[in-house]
């Protein structure tokens, strides 16, 4: 099966807000994930998933190790070439949904691809297909603030899709969500994965989300402790 990601002991260091005191997120994490999995990763607040995500998805960079997304390894890539595996490759979903709040949820899906140079027109047709996807047909020119926070969710999911990507990596995609909004966005990522062959990748704290993935890995202080497939963890 293809690689589609793949971290090989990768160390992330960060500087506690300048104070010389250095925190380990990650400490020599190995993983693979392949092309058309459905991964959790979970684990405490401050364990590392966050980060083990953003470097994944090419939003930032280890201090030791290597990254590869569809077997190129990133290091010696240009920001302009990592940008460039951001729009194609990656769909990004946040908590915090990240959506601008001038825009309405049509051209806020098309950005993407405008800033990928493709025009107006074309990009905002797309965008009002996969909003009409994602169920909110009738929500086209509203702005953030007037939508609930599971319609500015699908929004974002809308967005991640704009321009095709292999991948869609979600940072909490329910954690700001009701049980329901929640529910709805867990069956739209399955969706996703099922029916479109998607790549998905989510850090949650939600345990009904990871169980419902493919395969959980959870992680603890920037270790991975546990790394399972659905079919190991009903075999007892």
């Known amino acids: ?29 190995s993983v693979e994930v ?15 998933k966050s980060t083990m995500m953003h470097v994944m998805g090419c939003l930032d960079t280890p ?10 390894e990133i290091s010696t890539l240009s920001e302009d070439e990592l940008a460039k595996i951001r729009r194609e490759k990656i769909g990004f979903v946040f908590q915090a949904y990240n959506l601008i709040s001038g825009l309405t949820a049509v051209e806020n899906v098309a950005l993407p691809m405008r800033l990928d140079g ?12 996969l909003l009409q996807r994602v169920g909110l047909g009738q929500r086209l020119n509203h702005k953030p603030n007037e939508m609930s926070g599971g319609e500015q969710q699908r929004v974002a999911i809308a967005r991640a899709l704009i321009n ?21 966005i867990i069956e739209l990522l ?4 099922g029916k479109e062959g998607k790549t998905v990748v989510v850090v949650t704290h939600d345990t009904h989300l990871a169980a419902r993935a493919d395969r959980e890995i959870h992680i603890k202080d920037g270790v991975i402790i ?11």
């Open 164 to 184: 095709n990507p292999e991948a869609i990596l979600g940072d909490e995609p329910t954690g700001n969500l009701d049980t329901r909004s929640g529910a709805e």
């Open 226 to 236: 546990h790394d399972r497939k659905k079919h190991e963890r009903h075999s007892g």
């Open 63 to 72: 201090n030791k190790g290597q990254v590869f997304v569809d077997e190129k």
């Open 34 to 48: 392949n092309k058309g999995e459905y991964l959790a990763i979970v684990g405490p607040s401050g364990s590392g």
């Open 1 to 29: 099966m293809k690689v589609l990601f793949r971290l090989k002991d990768v160390w992330k260091v960060y500087d506690m807000k300048g104070t010389g005191v250095e925190t380990n997120a990650l400490r020599g994490v």
């Open 118 to 129: 493709k025009g107006k027109k074309e990009a905002n047709e797309r965008a009002v297909k």
């Open 190 to 193: 399955e969706e996703l994965h």
